[in-house]
Structures are given as structure tokens and as C-alpha cells.
């Protein structure tokens, strides 16, 4: 089973699901090069947050700010980075500590 599938068993196919179409989002999801560490450290230049959340998920580290507005003028909402190991994906939309 690889991260993808594992993940997606782990949120039960609400985020991710494996089988349809042969493996699709069902949310924004952005892939991105950037690490943990350095969402951390933007994240404390965005216009509002709330605290920080580190987990784990299917084995899976992950960063996640219940209310968020990275500047000003644009929406608050969820946003959670998973690491998939060489990427990450963005998950807009989403606290990953609500699937623990």
C-alpha cells in the first residue's frame, strides 16, 4: 500500500479517495516542495492563526491551523500540510486533527 492509499483509509476517502477515477482529491489539495519547517516559519507572518497542531496521520506527519488568514483581505480558514516524504500537500479547507 503506498502513502496515498494509506492516507486516504485514514481519512476514510473524505479527502482522498484511491479508487475513484484511479486515485482522486475530493478537496483543494496543492503539492508543494516546501517542508514542514518552513510552513511553520511562514505561518508566523500570516495576518492571523490560530496555534499550531502537529500529528501524525497513517504514518504521515502533519502540520494543521484550525482558522488561518495568511494576509490580509483574504478568507480565514483550516489549512493542513501532510508530508508525503519528497512533497507535500496543501489541504485547504482542512484540520487534519479532526481525523484522529
Do not use: C
Not at 482522498?16 to 518552513?38: H, P, R
Not at 511553520?40 to 492571523?48: G, I, T
Request: aromatic residues 12%; without cysteine; proline residues 3%.
Amino acid at each position: 500500500m503506498n502513502n496515498l492509499q494509506a492516507f486516504a483509509e485514514a481519512t476514510r476517502n473524505e479527502l482522498f479517495d484511491a479508487d475513484y477515477n484511479g486515485g482522486e482529491w475530493m478537496i483543494e489539495a496543492v503539492q508543494t516542495a516546501e517542508t514542514l519547517a518552513d510552513w511553520e516559519e511562514s505561518s508566523r507572518k500570516w495576518n492571523e492563526r490560530t496555534a499550531m497542531k502537529s500529528g501524525e496521520i497513517a504514518g504521515l506527519p502533519f502540520r494543521a491551523w484550525s482558522r488561518a488568514q495568511p494576509l490580509k483581505g483574504m478568507p480565514r480558514d483550516s489549512i493542513s500540510v501532510v508530508d508525503f516524504g519528497d512533497y507535500r500537500f496543501v489541504l485547504h479547507g482542512t484540520d487534519l486533527t479532526n481525523f484522529q
